[in-house]
């Protein structure tokens, strides 16, 4: 099987110890680095709704180089699916996309930080993954029910996304397509922390495992259900072990 390029920590534990794929990311000695600080997020959580607002400071983040993505491409080009996110500086992001187009990857781009996307990007983009927030700034559209959800997604597949996957916190998650729309609950559980990337992590897994978008929304809700009972993000991620039994103590979510 092809393997599969993630971007982020986070996305890669919450990978790592599910499909058993072939992770990549940057790595540079640190004597060849510029004298700068790490990429850092600090992260804060509403004690009553465990919603969360983070902010970040890209540090080394921010330096990726035409060097650096020439490293990658071979690793690229053995790729099925290159997961981003806007934590990094934007013109890498890309020139990778770019790069991943032409070698036939699926590109998927995780919103966050939430910030506004050049046109001409949305038609290189396979799909998209906003939460409702992101989702608004992208399109001018609130997401405050399904309805909302479901006339964003219409905007950012008129943008030209292929797909559009907005998750919604508590209510579930809104998958669209060109062809087909649905609202995707996910179990009631005991929220203590709603930070990390587990839902990215879970959603490229099963669709590298041949699950279909609306399956592979499922499964991603579920990985993000049991992570978000848990506070931090890497510490966070659950085992496939976890998971499995997760879906299978909720039946609507096999």
């Not at 640190?30 to 959580?45: H, I, K, R, T, Y």
């Not at 491409?73 to 099925?80: F, G, I, K, R």
């Not at 809104?174 to 609950?185: D, K, M, Q, S």
Request: charged share 20%.
């Amino acid at each position: 099987a092809r393997s599969s390029l993630w971007k982020g920590l986070g996305v890669i534990l919450a990978s790592a110890a599910l499909a058993g794929a072939l992770l990549c990311g940057l790595m540079r000695p640190v004597g060849e680095m510029p004298a700068m600080v790490a990429g850092a997020a600090l992260v804060f959580v509403d004690e009553n709704t465990s919603q969360n607002m983070i902010g970040i400071t890209p540090g080394a983040c921010a330096t990726i180089t035409e060097e650096d993505l020439c490293a990658l491409e071979p690793v690229l080009a053995q790729s099925s699916y290159l997961l981003m996110q806007m934590e990094v500086n934007l013109e890498a992001n890309w020139r990778l996309l770019r790069l991943a187009k032409q070698h036939g990857v699926m590109t998927i781009l995780n919103t966050a930080p939430a910030q506004p996307l050049p046109d001409e990007i949305y038609r290189q983009l396979d799909m998209v993954t906003p939460n409702e927030v992101e989702a608004e700034l992208l399109t001018g559209v609130p997401v405050a029910d399904e309805a909302g959800a479901q006339r964003a997604a219409d905007a950012l597949i008129a943008k030209g996304v292929k797909n559009a996957v907005i998750t919604l916190g508590s209510r579930g998650v809104f998958v669209a397509t060109a062809e087909r729309a649905a609202l995707i609950p996910v179990p009631r559980v005991e929220v203590l922390d709603t930070t990390g990337d587990a839902f990215n992590g879970g959603l490229v897994t099963a669709l590298s495992e041949g699950k279909d978008l609306f399956a592979a929304a499922k499964f991603a809700n579920a990985l993000a259900a049991v992570s978000v009972q848990r506070m931090g993000t890497t510490n966070s991620m659950p085992t496939r072990e976890e998971i499995d039994a997760f879906i299978a103590a909720h039946p609507e979510l096999a």
